[in-house]
């Protein structure tokens, strides 16, 4: 068999089953250095654009504030009691959503009468924007951690759901047929045969889900104006004489609490998948 040819037009060599491309030290190194490099020249370009004062220093304060802002609030205790406020609704959400999404997407990928039922009212529930769904959340379960875990979960239920589906999809049918000619019982070619095969993609589903919750739980704490989390301390220090730099702060934050969760759930897909090629998407 001829080996497929990438979009550059060079044909790639064809990678052996069960063995994965580990990333070298060296890489690993060079590939921190060009992250660290670029979020420097994006700090710096920040800086050089606040100091030139083409919008008011009280709105957009230097990118040397912001950091000093920054360091402090890392060790202000009153700010990590909210970090972990969201962290708790976050990660509640996502196991409440994993709960749902993985048994329900190895019954839709195994099944076709299941998909052809089900589809429609995935298709009609995952059209309906997070945000849109909060008032109502409100009215049923006012302003606490079980609002911001349900609508994590409504979000994050949908990247765990389809790339579970597509896991088990792509299962090796060898295996099935195997599995199925030494009478292996279904619960069990589950457990050998489909989880292990499907969850590279089941844990980008969770990358994604872990992302997308995050997002979804810091708006929601603003949105609602609830009185603990990130969302929270950034809504309270805007209207409370609009400190920017405390707000620029704590949003730099955020997006470092969700670079680390990204990076986490990559070091556990390396550890986990050790037998997948592809490595985390």
């Keep these: 068999?001829?080996?497929?040819?990438?979009?550059?037009?060079?044909?790639?060599?064809?990678?052996?089953?069960?063995?994965?491309?580990?990333?070298?030290?060296?890489?690993?190194?060079?590939?921190?250095?060009?992250?660290?490099?670029?979020?420097?020249?994006?700090?710096?370009?920040?800086?050089?654009?606040?100091?030139?004062?083409?919008?008011?220093?009280?709105?957009?304060?230097?990118?040397?504030?912001?950091?000093?802002?920054?360091?402090?609030?890392?060790?202000?205790?009153?700010?990590?009691?909210?970090?972990?406020?969201?962290?708790?609704?976050?990660?509640?959400?996502?196991?409440?959503?994993?709960?749902?999404?993985?048994?329900?997407?190895?019954?839709?990928?195994?099944?076709?009468?299941?998909?052809?039922?089900?589809?429609?009212?995935i298709d009609s529930l995952r059209s309906v924007p997070g945000i849109a769904i909060i008032p109502l959340l409100v009215l049923v379960m006012g302003q606490g951690l079980s609002m911001k875990v349900t609508i994590v979960a409504f979000v994050a239920v949908w990247p765990l759901l389809f790339n579970t589906v597509y896991g088990v999809r792509g299962v090796d049918p060898v295996a099935m047929e195997t599995a199925r000619a030494f009478r292996v019982p279904v619960a069990r070619t589950w457990w050998r045969v489909v989880l292990p095969s499907a969850l590279p993609l089941m844990l980008t589903g969770l990358r994604l889900a872990l992302a997308t919750g995050l997002t979804v739980g810091i708006a929601a704490e603003i949105a609602v104006g609830t009185r603990d989390g990130v969302g929270y301390f950034i809504?309270?220090?805007?209207?409370?004489?609009?400190?920017?730099?405390?707000?620029?702060?704590?949003?730099?934050?955020?997006?470092?609490?969700?670079?680390?969760?990204?990076?986490?759930?990559?070091?556990?897909?390396?550890?986990?998948v050790v037998w997948d090629g592809k490595g985390p998407s």
Excluded: C, Q
């Excluded at 809504?235 to 969760?261: N, Q």
């Design 235 to 272: 809504l309270r220090a805007s209207y409370a004489g609009f400190h920017a730099d405390t707000v620029f702060a704590a949003v730099t934050l955020a997006g470092v609490l969700g670079y680390l969760m990204n990076g986490i759930t990559v070091a556990l897909t390396n550890r986990l």
């Design 1 to 121: 068999m001829n080996a497929p040819v990438t979009t550059t037009g060079v044909r790639a060599e064809p990678r052996r089953p069960g063995v994965r491309r580990r990333t070298s030290p060296r890489g690993a190194l060079a590939a921190l250095l060009r992250g660290t490099a670029g979020a420097a020249l994006l700090t710096l370009a920040f800086e050089v654009f606040a100091r030139l004062e083409l919008v008011d220093p009280r709105l957009l304060p230097p990118a040397g504030v912001i950091l000093a802002e920054a360091l402090r609030l890392l060790v202000d205790p009153a700010f990590l009691v909210e970090v972990w406020a969201t962290l708790v609704a976050v990660l509640g959400g996502v196991a409440l959503a994993a709960v749902i999404a993985v048994p329900l997407g190895v019954l839709i990928g195994s099944y076709r009468l299941a998909a052809l039922g089900l589809t429609p009212i």
